[in-house]
């Protein structure tokens, strides 16, 4: 390359660089948003204009990875007290114990009033979300792992949490509930592996999206906007062994489905399906599926009680385009193991 040439792509690349370092703050956030909390932090040794650079991020995502937990411990500290723009989004997870540590981290995230927080630390007994979690007024979106949900009685509810969704974690009848209803606008719900909750109460007049996946003995869904469900049930659970009740009026079938008037896809798996047929002896759909497009089944076709209610189901939805069953043998109804028929 000639001198002149090697002149003019030095002095491109200074420009450059000095147009890069001559953002204003908040882009430079935005940019060191799409990397990780560690790669984001070692910016800082660029230059001076960028040595803070990181602080205004306003999206955070921390994940041990290969670090050394005294190392992550260090960072995730660091990131949450330097910090000075506000936090839209924050992502947290990790395959070591951080127990003595994680109290201290949500209070400090707390204080910035995120509007999404995820939080995935998967190692040792689940983590007790502390309270201070619950009084995030602003926050839209919840995602939690291996944790322990514990309502202060203090709650007023998530007044803009649209979506929440719960892998693996411990509860009561009466917070989940809480959580749920005081969520006015929740849109989409996950719940999955949960454990200690009995009966399960979903209030959530503008739920759209709903996947549950887990053991209970009996679940109520008040949702009349309903479009999307997958219910399925634990083989193990006790939910399908109560007796059926001639002439129940408050069967399995009306508590679960009856007000889903606006349900276009549904999926039922598991013994959810046994756990709608042992509500009363004659089961009868309470109500018309007109929107009711798809629908995926498993069911034992053994179990006459499980025909009739599928039979039910689809004499209640007139425009149904799309139907895929699934069968397993009735010596198996209790395993869970199925066969595709």
Known sequence: MSTCKKARAEATSVVSSDRLSSLPPEIKGDILSRLNAEEAVRTSTLSSTW????TEMPVISLSDGNLTRTKFVTLVDMVLLLHKGPIEEFEISGSKNYHDEFGRWMIMLSRRSPKSVTIKLN????YKIPSCLFSIGDLESLDLKNCIISLPRAFQGFKSLSDLSMKIFSSTDKDIQNLISFCPVLTYLRLKSFEGINCLNIQAPKLE???VVGGFEDINLDAPNLEWAFLSLDPKAKAYQSVPIAHDKESHVKKSL???SEIKTLG????FMKYLSKGCILTTFPSMFTCLENIFLMICFWDQRQVFTTCSLLEKAPNLMKLEM???PFEH???GSGEHS
């Open 326 to 328: 699934w069968s397993y």
């Open 123 to 126: 190692s040792g007994p689940k």
């Open 51 to 54: 040595k803070d650079a990181w």
């Open 268 to 271: 039922i798996s598991g013994s």
């Open 258 to 260: 009856g007000s889903l």
């Open 209 to 211: 999206y709903l996947k």
């Open 333 to 335: 109804m209790g395993t």
